[in-house]
C-alpha cells in the first residue's frame, strides 16, 4: 500500500520561500506519477503542480507558474515542490498526490494516493 507523507508548511510573510517535500513509501516510486494539489477554506481542491514519473515532464497552473518547481528523487523516495515568492492567495493546504502511470496526470480524480496535508499559510 502507498503511503504519502508530508512536511515543510508554516507560516511565512509574502514573498518568502517554502520547500514542502513528500515521502513515498510502499511501492516502487518511480512507477508512480506524482502531483501537488492544494485546497484552500472554503474552495475545491486544485492542481498546483505534476510530474511524471521520470522528472521529464511537468505542469504548473498558471496561478504558480514562475514561482514554484516541483522535483522529484526516484532515488530518495521523494518528490519536492519548492515554492518562492509566496502570496497569501498561496493560503492553503497543500496535499502530495501518487497514481501508478507513467504520464503526467493532471485530473485530481485519477490520482488514487493522497497524503494528509500540511498547511501553508502566508501573511501579507
Known amino acids: 500500500q502507498v503511503q504519502l507523507e508530508e512536511s515543510g508548511g508554516g507560516l511565512v510573510q509574502a514573498g518568502d520561500s517554502l520547500r514542502l517535500s513528500c515521502a513515498f513509501s510502499?511501492?516502487?516510486?518511480?512507477?508512480?506519477?506524482m502531483g501537488w494539489f492544494r485546497q484552500a477554506s472554503g474552495k475545491e481542491r486544485e492542481l498546483v503542480t505534476a510530474?511524471?514519473?521520470?522528472?521529464?515532464?511537468?505542469y504548473y497552473a498558471d496561478s504558480v507558474k514562475g514561482r514554484f518547481t516541483i522535483s522529484r528523487d526516484n532515488a530518495k523516495n521523494t518528490v519536492s515542490l519548492q515554492m518562492d515568492s509566496l502570496k497569501p492567495e498561496d493560503t492553503a493546504t497543500y496535499y502530495c498526490?501518487?497514481?501508478?502511470?507513467?504520464?503526467?496526470?493532471?485530473?485530481?480524480?485519477?490520482?488514487?494516493?493522497w497524503g494528509q496535508g500540511t498547511q501553508v499559510t502566508v501573511s501579507s
Open positions: 510530474i511524471n514519473w521520470s522528472g521529464g515532464n511537468t
Open positions: 510502499g511501492r516502487t516510486f518511480r512507477n508512480y506519477a
Open positions: 498526490a501518487a497514481d501508478d502511470s507513467v504520464r503526467l496526470l493532471l485530473s485530481l480524480t485519477t490520482y488514487k494516493y
